[in-house]
């Protein structure tokens, strides 16, 4: 079975803090992305990476950054972190082509104050 | 650009009947639709996808859907409720040719006993 693991379930960060969020996938999938999940608004791409160290701003890439060093483990940066940022994170990995299913971590709830 | 619309973000319906949750897409060139479920607490997971093999998919636990590109429709049915497909489905498509996905803004499913 695809395992998608993120680093935490809950997170609670202060303002301005830099927030990184970790994903590691045991596939080795092409493609890994970040997705924020907010109620009413369903899922909304972040960013996208389709290979080592390479890279797409999603939807809402504003505000976010992302690392991809290694094939098995996309980061999520959030260099200040800010009240509206508070959400639920999801990481998905799949294999390059377009009909692929794309596998599910289990979400960060990241709360900011 | 490739979307998806989902109406109606709380369906409720009875143990025992019919589920119904309607998708239609937008899309200039032949779609590849997805649908996914989120049960409570969870990462998000394939129930089933339309590739352009078969117009009525099957999926897990007893869902299917019916590829109408006359209707623009991927609706989602299962003939009789479960206590246990009380979860939030989201319908997705995909877009750029790339494995990326437009989500739609999710059904909160709740079974009533």
């Known amino acids: 079975d695809v395992k998608v693991t993120q680093s935490s379930r809950y997170l609670v960060k202060r303002t301005g803090e830099k927030v990184f969020l970790e994903c590691v996938q045991d596939m080795d999938h092409e493609n890994m992305f970040w997705y924020r999940q907010d109620p009413g608004l369903g899922l909304r791409l972040i960013y996208f990476s389709y290979d080592v160290k390479m890279k797409e701003k999603g939807d809402i890439p504003e505000g976010y950054s992302v690392s991809r060093e290694k094939k098995e483990r996309f980061s999520l940066i959030l260099e200040s972190a800010s009240t509206n940022q508070t959400s639920m994170y999801l990481c998905?990995?799949?294999?390059?082509?377009?009909?692929?299913?794309?596998?599910f971590g289990p979400g960060t709830r990241l709360t900011v104050l | 650009a490739q979307s998806v619309t989902q109406l109606g973000s709380h369906v409720s319906v009875s143990e025992g009947a019919l589920v119904l949750l309607r998708c239609n897409y937008s899309s200039s060139v032949p779609p590849y639709l997805f649908w996914y479920v989120q049960y409570p607490n969870q990462g998000l997971q394939l129930l089933l996808k339309y590739t352009s093999a078969a117009t009525l998919v099957k999926g897990i636990n007893g869902f299917e859907a019916e590829f109408k590109k006359s209707e623009t429709s991927f609706h989602l049915t299962k003939p009789s409720a479960h206590m246990s497909d009380a979860a939030e489905y989201f319908c997705?498509?995909?877009?750029?040719?790339?494995?990326?996905?437009?989500f739609g803004k999710g059904n909160q499913v709740v079974v009533i006993p």
């Open positions: 997705a498509v995909s877009r750029y040719g790339n494995n990326r996905l437009a």
């Open positions: 998905a990995s799949s294999s390059g082509r377009e009909t692929d299913t794309q596998y």
